[in-house]
């Protein structure tokens, strides 16, 4: 069965839905990265590519969609913070160095919390082996996998 716009909806009528991504975004971005996207998470972007939610304090509508807050990183934000972890996680991790120091590799960068935490798409810490979702902390540089939790779990589980 494949995701629709109508399944990220029912997580939370609030969410504004980008453009879908194109399977030549896709391809390229994996290219780039040297990893394939994980199924979940490239069904989500061939359905919209990245969610926000309007800005709270705004009336217009219109306003409020331009000006909301980027919660589900589309593909090109994703490629940029995943290039941007890879080069930066390790050399700001002092005197931190986290158990996946070799595995940086295995990490997608999909979302952050706003307060330099980021939320990825990784292999590690999984019993599986599968690509799942997981929380990195900024500040003790380790990596919290959730077994079993998709990229639709995710958004049904923020409550702003």
Not at 68 to 89: A, M, N, S, V
Not at 92 to 104: G, I, M, Q, R, Y
Not at 115 to 133: E, F, M, P
Request: net charge negative.
């Amino acid at each position: 069965m494949a995701l629709s716009t109508s399944d990220i909806q029912e997580t939370g009528e609030h969410w504004l839905l980008n453009a879908p991504a194109t399977a030549a975004q896709l391809s390229q971005a994996e290219r780039e990265l040297g990893i394939a996207w994980p199924p979940d998470l490239r069904e989500f972007l061939l359905v919209t590519n990245g969610t926000r939610l309007p800005h709270p304090m705004m009336d217009d509508p219109a306003e409020a969609a331009m000006h909301g807050l980027e919660i589900f990183f589309g593909i090109d934000r994703q490629l940029l913070e995943t290039k941007h972890f890879r080069l930066h996680w390790l050399a700001d991790s002092e005197p931190h160095v986290p158990e996946f120091a070799n595995d940086l590799d295995k990490f997608l960068i999909v979302a952050e919390d706003g307060h330099g935490n980021y939320l990825a798409c990784s292999s590690v810490g999984r019993t599986d082996g599968q690509w799942g979702l997981g929380f990195l902390d900024h500040e003790t540089r380790e990596f919290e996998a959730w077994e079993d939790f998709g990229v639709l779990d995710l958004l049904a589980d923020l409550h702003w």
